[in-house]
């Protein structure tokens, strides 16, 4: 019994490319174990595994750095690629600039809109951000144009602990305005008297990276830590001395309250009038995640009516807010311009994080902090190599039978495997079926960030089922099958009883094997092109074929032949190397025992 997977679309899985690993200017990203075909991003956005253009033999990609990155990420960047470091671009210049670059490099002072990938013309393949929040880059344009965005989550955590740590003790002990005070010639004691923080409750909304760093050293001054976060680990919090609450319960009950989460539709603003009503009277405010995750106006508010004693604020809505900002030159404010990672240690770091990504994306190798990709451990990578070859030549191989019918719209994938769905990660299976079904139709390049996205804007639905085998085989699939429903065929015989366009493939010692074309058994080797045959049963087919296809120099690499029964009909399968002229073709078509025929490119 087929047990079913959830349809492609509903799972968030972007997707790769591949190609022939016989052009000279591409790179194969692939792991050397992978056979023949490649997997190569299209716009060349690469992914897990594949290939990259370079733009021929010896030109070398070109890196846009378009805001201060570190000497050491510099470096390595510079041992592959082009380097352009061009700083304070306006979003014009970037426009133009982007059509020339493999790569771009931000931090968080440079918008990557939807804009920018359009003016790239698709050579655009991989964007880094030197940093964690990627709310500057649009991802979703990012996915439909194929472009593998990465970042470097880890590098500068310790440093926004830090700054928020710094912030935290700065406000409750006034230094900046008692220091500001001192410049001016004053010594005012009595003025910037501060709060103690020992014994009080410091309420962090984000229990990530930061948040815990954060929450760690706040406990080491002696304060007490609850955190909101709803989708921390429980033991994780309380390992760490930790009480995770509702979001109401933190904020009520904090003397401080850090925001430490990133900025999506849902943390937008969420510290708006209303959660501002709800806390206790005289509640500091620090902010080092995101300006958004704050509605300023009723933070000024909220510091002008005494609910929030003070703020301190490292990030803007608007950065660099307006030289008249409200917030920034409240006397309750203590203002940093986005230092939380400006460390040199966190720099340097970021800047080797992040070039490491690019130069991996930009090879072809796994990249293991991509965004808008998932994630296949190298691990799974080698052992679904065969099958993602396999995969692919399925695909193209189903598409090329279709001849009309309602087109390809909705496609089946059944995998046999004795795995359990949860250790087998088909994602990367399904994004070389789309790649094979999509790419001989279309001018669109397919690779592990736009396959579900391109299968579904083609209006293709892309189901998956596994059939459970028993046992626990080396091999992690034993086969792949692709239906194609309510689709006519131009080869009739590969429509099954189902009416669906069926064809079932193997991996045999790490060659793809064609195993069933329809409801008939063949086992022809998935290499080079095919010619398929349905014929009536009887002696001197394959001599009169072959026969053929010797007049015309074309090279047999194989022929199989199944059959419903003897003296019946058969299907034979003729793997050729060199593509047989139209006459040649013609002449075997017009064999009279031969009943359906079709030339297929794997
Ligand atoms: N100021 C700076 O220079 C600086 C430096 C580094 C990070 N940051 C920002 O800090 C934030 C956190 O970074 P991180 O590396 O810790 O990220 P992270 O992904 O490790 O942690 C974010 C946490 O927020 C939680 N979260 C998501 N939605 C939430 C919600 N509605 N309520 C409560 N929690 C929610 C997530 O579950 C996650 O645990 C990001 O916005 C990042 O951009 C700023
Ligand atoms: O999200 C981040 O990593 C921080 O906000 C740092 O941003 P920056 O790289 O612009 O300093």
Redesign the pocket.
């Known amino acids: 019994m087929a047990a079913t997977l959830a349809p492609a679309d509903r799972l968030a899985a972007p997707s790769l490319r591949i190609h022939h690993p016989s052009s000279l200017s591409r790179r194969l990203l692939v792991p050397s174990r992978l056979p023949a075909t490649s997997l190569f991003p299209h716009r060349r956005p690469r992914v897990v595994a594949m290939a990259v253009e370079t733009g021929g033999a010896n030109s070398k990609p070109r890196v846009l750095v378009a805001e201060k990155l570190g000497e050491a990420g510099l470096a390595l960047l510079k041992g592959l690629a082009d380097v352009d470091c061009s700083y304070n671009l306006s979003p014009e210049e970037l426009r133009a600039k982007i059509a020339l670059c493999d790569a771009l490099i931000v931090r968080s002072g440079t918008k990557v809109g939807r804009d920018v990938f359009e003016s790239s013309g698709g050579k655009l393949r991989v964007v880094g951000r030197a940093?964690?929040?990627i709310d500057n880059v649009d991802l979703a344009a990012a996915t439909e144009h194929g472009c593998l965005v990465v970042n470097a989550?880890t590098a500068?955590?310790v440093?926004?602990a830090e700054?928020g740590i710094a912030l935290l003790t700065a406000m409750a002990r006034n230094i900046a305005r008692s220091d500001a005070s001192m410049k001016a010639g004053k010594w005012e004691r009595n003025k910037y008297v501060g709060v103690s923080l020992v014994g009080k409750i410091l309420a962090i909304?984000?229990?990530?990276?930061?948040?815990s760093e954060v929450a760690r050293r706040a406990k080491g001054l002696g304060m007490h830590v609850i955190a909101?976060?709803?989708?921390?680990a429980a033991d994780r919090a309380h390992a760490m001395g930790v009480e995770l609450v509702t979001?109401d319960e933190a904020i009520a009950s904090a003397d401080f309250i850090s925001l430490?989460?990133?900025?999506?539709p849902?943390?937008s603003k969420?510290l708006n009038y209303e959660a501002f009503a709800k806390m206790k009277k005289g509640v500091r405010v620090i902010n080092?995640?995101?300006g958004g995750v704050i509605d300023e106006e009723a933070l000024v508010k909220a510091l002008d009516s005494g609910v929030v004693a003070q703020a301190a604020l490292?990030?803007f809505t608007k950065e660099p807010p307006s030289a008249d900002s409200k917030l920034v030159l409240h006397e309750k404010v203590i203002a940093t311009p986005?230092?939380?990672?400006s460390t040199v240690e966190a720099q340097e770091e970021v800047a080797i994080e992040i070039a490491e990504a690019v130069i991996g994306a930009l090879k072809g190798e796994l990249a293991a902090t991509a965004v808008n990709a998932p994630m296949v451990p190298p691990e799974v990578l080698t052992e679904l190599a065969p099958f993602v070859v396999l995969a692919e030549k399925l695909g193209r191989l189903a598409v090329q039978l279709v001849a009309g019918g309602s087109g390809v719209k909705s496609v089946k994938v059944t995998y046999a495997s004795a795995r359990t769905s949860v250790d087998l990660d088909t994602r990367l299976l399904r994004a070389m079926i789309t790649k094979g079904l999509i790419e001989p139709i279309s001018d669109v390049h397919i690779n592990l960030v736009n396959a579900d996205y391109t299968a579904k804007k083609r209006g293709i639905r892309i189901t998956e089922e596994r059939i459970p085998l028993d046992g626990s085989p080396e091999d992690p699939i034993e086969s792949i099958q692709v239906h194609i429903a309510n689709a006519e065929s131009k080869f009739p015989t590969a429509v099954s009883g189902l009416g669906e366009i069926t064809v079932e493939g193997r991996v045999k010692d790490g060659i793809p094997h064609l195993t069933k074309i329809g409801s008939f058994q063949v086992d022809a080797s998935m290499e080079g092109s095919l010619i398929l045959c349905r014929q009536v049963d009887q002696p001197g087919m394959i001599g009169t074929v072959g026969s053929i296809l010797g007049e015309q120099n074309v090279n047999v690499s194989y022929m199989s032949v199944g059959r419903i029964a003897p003296r019946k009909h058969a299907v034979m399968a003729i793997g050729v190397d060199d593509e047989p002229t139209k006459a040649a073709l013609k002449k075997i078509g017009d064999i009279p025992a031969v009943e359906e025929f079709v030339f297929l490119k794997l």
């Open positions: 940093g964690v929040g989550p500068n955590t440093a926004a700054h909304l984000g229990f990530g990276k930061v948040g909101h976060d709803p989708y921390a979001f430490h989460m990133p900025l999506t849902s943390t969420i080092v995640a995101r490292d990030v986005h230092l939380g990672a």
